[in-house]
């Protein structure tokens, strides 16, 4: 090409290395807590024994008892999500509407709500999920609380940021005007907003559906609730068909969440009414889904507001205060936190690098496939894989949510690397780059803050789940909990769930620090 | 179109507002149902198909409807009994005692198997190096579900005498959940060695549901009290008595009450009372489980 300089040198490459000699050094002894050994991946027996398990996937069960069972958990899950998102939403509504500083006239961090919101959100839908379990007994009606908590906390802080994110000049002027607030949002803001907000709704029902599989595993009902008892039994041929239906519903509600986006987007017809058939038929269709969901999972809320059920519920959580701040407690919660982070931060590296990996490569298909076959499983049910394949610990809780984890980043990166600026690469490859230098310096540097955002998010997402873990043996705080809640050793369950608050709260702010470093 | 989305949204919120207060005032109060549940030591389904014929039998001895619950949590058993949602539960030794307490002192046992006087837990494992409890040090071990009696309180109570801290000494600490699933950890190598309860232990070797060339027992514990059925301090007395006699009527010579107490594993059914259960009191409070 042009006249051939000096030996080529990387200009980058001594920043570069040490930045990963120094990540290294911070990481090394969180990847030393997380009992990080791959080599037990391929130790022989643990080998025979996943194959054995495995080998008892096929053929998966279809006996019509089961199949009568499966059915019925089916829809269960179906309608504690349902009725999840709707007690979410009658949550979510009043309190973005106190914690937004949308169509204020003076800035407010309404540090109440917001401390509230904190707190709904920042504890794991499964302990909400396992605390109501003992409140209001056997059956979903704790599943769908603990579903409109979370979730509701969720939702609350994203109408809020959505609200505050469109252009503020229309509810400016009906304030001006002598509007209340709520006129002013509802007529200067809402119409911006409307369609970020219907479309961030139907995802979470999506996500409502894969977390009400989860929460069957503390006895909340539905799939999630057969699948742990089969995989517990390490009943293959169970579990594979489970998992199937799993799956299967898991796409049908990605396809119809999907739709419904897209129907948003659509541009309305030229016609007098704004009301086409799709809006017609979601009108019917929501609140009959809403009605049959309630009715089928028999929740008898008026119970949650007699005298007695306060008492009770009085009671009960009476009985987590004062939580135990005794130092011998203290020190083994401290134990479970860093095992936990230690479980978070390997599970989404070993991620990163996985889902990096497999964005790759040009010919999407098979990987596509991969990738939602890995994210389409839910992390607990990877851990009680990985606890056969690598032994019981936290390790394999690593490698659960790095499963997992690799399904969703993988497809988010190859989105990111995608829409790149192609430029820089091409430039490259014309003045003679090899394709993986020019990927390096020409892709990559384009997509880096994206990926790292990406990651940096579901990092916080994986905290959560790395906190409750536990349940299935992977370590942590997770284990903790279960133990000392069965136990009814409330003032010790009490100090790990605000250690799991602290925790995750922790995790938020770093990583929300983090990103704006690295911006 | 975004006009009709935002009505949709507040639609939607206006909706299920006035769906969650449909809801809430339909009350339901239906007597002469007795309620029962059962601590899932084994797998749900399997509780189901050894409850049917004894629900059945309890129907016709107190003319009531018979209304079994599945539970996947022994504490939601127990916390259930508490806040009175269930009438009548199977407890283990364990189980009971913390049912006791939550209910301050009001939950009466009726009556316990006559194998629940002399109710004994086994050890066990695939590795044929592991021969007794010490052993075990540096092992993974499975316990059943954190409030077993005999799948966690009583051999960990064993463990301590015989000088082993369960947290300090092992490798990795499991809890399987329930009887069954422990043997299934300890078969698949999940676990190195396992505890759980005698009888499920032996049924599973009598339906050859355990490979016993390769999972054996390799310790056994000394006798203890262990489950019972309990009610609600506050039943009626009557209806109290008509179970108590129901149970204790059961007779192996009748082919009916045969398949009965041959599903929940009972060569009879004898009286019990609260003062049976002392003794694991105390093994809980020195084990560090009861606080």
């Given at each position: 090409m042009l006249l051939n300089p000096a030996p080529p040198r990387d200009p980058a490459a001594r920043g570069r290395l040490s930045g990963a000699l120094l990540a290294l050094v911070i990481l090394w002894p969180l990847f030393r807590a997380a009992e990080f050994k791959p080599g037990a991946l391929f130790d022989s027996s643990n080998l025979k024994v996943i194959g054995h398990f495995l080998a008892g996937f096929l053929p998966p069960e279809r006996g019509a008892e089961f199949l009568a069972y499966l059915g019925k958990a089916t829809l269960e899950t179906l309608a504690i999500a349902t009725a999840g998102l709707a007690l979410a939403c009658v949550i979510a509504v009043p309190l973005g509407y106190l914690a937004t500083a949308a169509g204020r006239e003076q800035p407010t961090l309404n540090p109440l709500t917001r401390s509230l919101l904190t707190v709904l959100r920042g504890i794991p839908e499964l302990v909400w999920a396992l605390l109501f379990v003992r409140i209001f007994g056997l059956g979903p009606a704790a599943g769908v609380l603990a579903l409109g908590l979370t979730y509701g906390g969720m939702l609350a802080k994203v109408y809020a940021e959505i609200l505050e994110s469109v252009d503020p000049a229309p509810a400016h002027a009906l304030r001006r005007s002598g509007a209340g607030r709520l006129l002013a949002i509802l007529y200067g803001l809402l119409p911006q907003a409307s369609k970020e907000l219907a479309s961030y709704t139907v995802y979470r029902w999506e996500c409502a559906i894969r977390a009400s599989v989860v929460m069957g595993f503390v006895g909340a009902g539905g799939l999630g609730q057969l699948m742990d008892q089969a995989m517990k039994m390490l009943n293959g041929g169970e579990a594979a068909s489970i998992l199937l239906t799993f799956m299967l519903l898991v796409f049908a509600a990605d396809g119809v969440s999907g739709w419904l986006r897209r129907a948003l987007d659509t541009p309305p017809a030229a016609r007098a009414s704004p009301f086409g058939w799709r809006s017609i038929s979601f009108l019917l269709v929501l609140p009959s889904a809403v009605i049959a969901s309630f009715h089928w999972l028999e929740?008898?809320?008026?119970?949650?507001?007699t005298a007695g059920a306060a008492h009770s519920i009085g009671e009960f959580v009476a009985g987590f205060f004062p939580p135990d701040l005794s130092s011998d407690w203290l020190a083994r919660v401290g134990l479970g936190i860093w095992e936990t982070l230690a479980i978070s931060v390997v599970g989404t590296l070993l991620a990163a690098v996985a889902g990096l990996l497999l964005a790759l490569p040009k010919w999407r298909a098979p990987f596509s496939f991969l990738l939602n076959t890995l994210r389409s499983v839910p992390e607990l049910v990877w851990a009680t894989i990985t606890a056969l394949a690598v032994g019981l610990g936290p390790f394999a809780g690593a490698l659960a949510l790095a499963l997992h984890t690799t399904g969703v980043l993988g497809r988010l990166y190859a989105e990111a690397l995608d829409n790149a600026p192609a430029a820089p690469g091409h430039a490259l490859r014309l003045a003679g780059a090899p394709a993986g230098l020019s990927f390096l310096y020409g892709t990559l540097p384009g997509a880096a803050p994206q990926l790292i955002a990406y990651t940096l998010y579901r990092w916080e997402m994986n905290i959560r789940m790395a906190a409750i873990l536990g349940f299935v043996g992977a370590g942590g705080l997770g284990q903790l909990l279960y133990f000392e809640l069965s136990l009814f050793h409330h003032a010790q369950a009490s100090t790990v769930i605000i250690a799991m608050l602290i925790l995750s709260i922790a995790v938020d702010q770093t990583s929300a620090w983090l990103r704006q470093r690295l911006r | 179109m975004t006009l009709s989305a935002t009505r949709r949204l507040a639609l939607k919120g206006a909706l299920a507002c006035a769906f969650a207060s449909a809801f809430a005032s339909s009350a339901l109060a239906a007597d002469a149902v007795l309620r029962v549940s059962a601590i899932?030591?084994?797998a749900p389904t399997e509780l189901q198909r050894k409850f049917a014929p004894l629900g059945k039998y309890l129907e016709a001895q107190t003319g009531m409807k018979v209304v079994f619950t599945p539970v996947s949590d022994y504490a939601a058993v127990v916390e259930s009994l508490a806040t009175k949602k269930i009438d009548l539960a199977w407890l283990g030794g364990f189980t009971f005692v913390q049912a006791k307490i939550r209910t301050n002192g009001t939950a009466i046992p009726i009556v316990q198997r006559a194998e629940d006087a002399v109710f004994t837990s086994r050890f066990i494992t695939a590795d044929p190096t592991i021969k007794a409890l010490s052993d075990l040090k540096g092992k993974t071990f499975a316990f059943g579900a954190p409030s077993s009696t005999s799948g966690s309180l009583m051999p960990r109570f064993f463990l301590q005498q015989a000088g082993l801290n369960p947290e300090k000494d092992f490798k990795n600490v499991a809890f399987s959940g329930a009887h069954d699933a422990t043997v299934a950890f300890v078969a698949a190598g999940k676990a190195e060695a396992g505890v759980l309860n005698a009888s499920v232990w032996d049924k599973l070797v009598e339906q050859k549901k355990v490979d016993t060339d390769k999972v054996h027992v390799f310790a056994t514990t000394p006798p203890y009290f262990d489950y019972n059925w309990t009610v609600r301090g506050d039943l009626d007395p009557a209806l109290v008595k008509k179970l108590t006699d129901a149970f204790l009527k059961?007779?192996?010579?009748n082919p009916e009450h045969k398949e009965i107490l041959g599903l929940q594993r009972a060569a009879k059914f004898i009286p019990t009372k609260k003062e049976n259960y002392e003794g694991i009191e105390k093994a809980a409070h020195s084990a560090g489980l009861l606080k």
């Open positions: 929740i008898d809320f008026g119970e949650l507001f | 899932p030591d084994e059961l007779d192996p010579a």
